[in-house]
């Protein structure tokens, strides 16, 4: 039971200290934009035709 007495106040500061970066991840703006970075993961920077072929295709 007396390492309750270091366990409790760890815990506190963890649960603060997890509080305190999700607060400061709002206020800068992390959570504006929450479906642009799964477009731009699978968006086609060029078009199909502007692609070189590359060297290991197997096609000679």
């Known amino acids: 039971m007396e390492v309750l007495v270091f ?4 815990a506190l500061t963890l649960g603060a ?3 305190a970066g999700f607060l400061w991840s709002l206020k800068n ?6 479906e642009g ?4 993961a699978i968006a086609d920077d060029e078009p199909a ?3 070189a072929p590359s060297a ?3 096609r000679h």
Do not use: T
């Not at 970075?37 to 731009?40: E, F, L, N, Q, T």
């Open 7 to 10: 366990l409790v106040p760890l």
């Open 17 to 19: 200290l997890g509080l």
């Open 29 to 34: 703006g992390q959570y504006d934009d929450l």
């Open 37 to 40: 970075a799964g477009w731009r």
């Open 49 to 51: 035709s502007e692609r």
């Open 56 to 58: 290991g295709s197997g």
